[in-house]
């Protein structure tokens, strides 16, 4: 279970503040529990300086054990940053990657500790909207999974999964999601000007529905997309008509997204190595 609290009075390290590593920050800072916070940056951004110098977290400084450490420079970057990373991790620390590809046995074998959380967050973290797939290592404790999870939490929800080759799928589903649906907005805004509409208008409509559509399941939670599809589907009316095409069982979306997830996945699976 989700417990802010989780994050009251504990220190925590950061290595790497870049896109995701600063979204992490930024949602840690708003809740402002953490006892410390020392963060690893070689090209600190003017935001991350205003916020440490804000917050008194340490930019940049010697290197002091952590109950956590997270992970959050570019995979190619992953040697140098576990080298960074391993004087920050106390004893008993909790380590979170959410470098893509990066498999436990990896993380374990270049960190000082078999206490390791494998993560895959999405960019909508940036704005505290995000969702993370996470998988703790067997030798995880529950104390130390919580803290992770606080530490996730901060930036969206958390979804643990049970088996690591899972992960490649969560990749697949939610951290590589936010980009189809860009997509989405892009073609039905296309397909809206082939039709007749000036472009600019086509992508405002397009762009202003996903945005709208997105909003209305969120603040229906109990409701499947299946549901809130079917209600504004009129037997023989225009939606039924598109979702006839959409529907197809040979060409039409659930296919495609078979077949998108499914190479996403492969893709994943080839970077993990
Ligand atoms: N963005 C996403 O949607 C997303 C989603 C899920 C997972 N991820 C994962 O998140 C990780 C970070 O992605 P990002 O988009 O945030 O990348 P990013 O913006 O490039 O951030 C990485 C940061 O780490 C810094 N860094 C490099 N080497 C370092 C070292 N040895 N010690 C400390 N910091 C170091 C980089 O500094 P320099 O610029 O100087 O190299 C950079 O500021 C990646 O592993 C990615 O797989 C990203």
Avoid: H
């Amino acid at each position: 279970m989700t417990d802010a609290g989780e994050l009251r009075g504990k220190s925590v390290a950061l290595i790497g503040a870049g896109n995701m590593g600063l979204a992490l920050l930024e949602g840690w800072a708003a809740q402002d529990l953490l006892g410390a916070a020392s963060i690893v940056e070689p090209q600190p951004s003017p935001r991350l300086q205003e916020l440490c110098a804000a917050k008194g977290y340490a930019l940049n400084g010697a290197a002091a054990p952590c109950d956590a450490v997270v992970l959050a420079v570019k995979p190619q970057a992953f040697d140098a940053g576990a080298a960074a990373a391993s004087p920050f991790v106390a004893r008993g620390a909790i380590v979170v990657s959410i470098l893509a590809g990066k498999r436990i046995a990896d993380l374990a074998a270049r960190l000082p500790t078999q206490a390791v959380v494998r993560a895959m967050p999405n960019t909508p973290a940036a704005i505290g909207r995000g969702v993370t797939g996470a998988y703790a290592s067997a030798t995880t404790s529950a104390a130390q999974r919580a803290l992770a999870d606080a530490l996730l939490s901060a930036v969206g929800g958390v979804e643990w999964v049970d088996d690591e080759a899972l992960i490649d799928v969560v990749t697949a589903v939610s951290g590589s999601g936010p980009a189809y649906v860009f997509y989405f907005a892009e073609c039905l805004a296309a397909a809206g000007a082939e039709a007749g509409l000036p472009a600019a208008l086509a992508a405002r409509l397009a762009r202003a529905t996903v945005e709208g559509a997105g909003e209305l399941m969120r603040r229906q939670p109990e409701t499947g997309p299946d549901e809130l599809r079917r209600r504004v589907t009129s037997p023989g009316g225009t939606t039924a008509a598109a979702l006839e095409v959409l529907e197809a069982p040979e060409d039409g979306l659930a296919a495609l997204m078979r077949r998108a997830v499914a190479a996403a996945k492969r893709r994943a699976g080839e970077l993990s190595g």
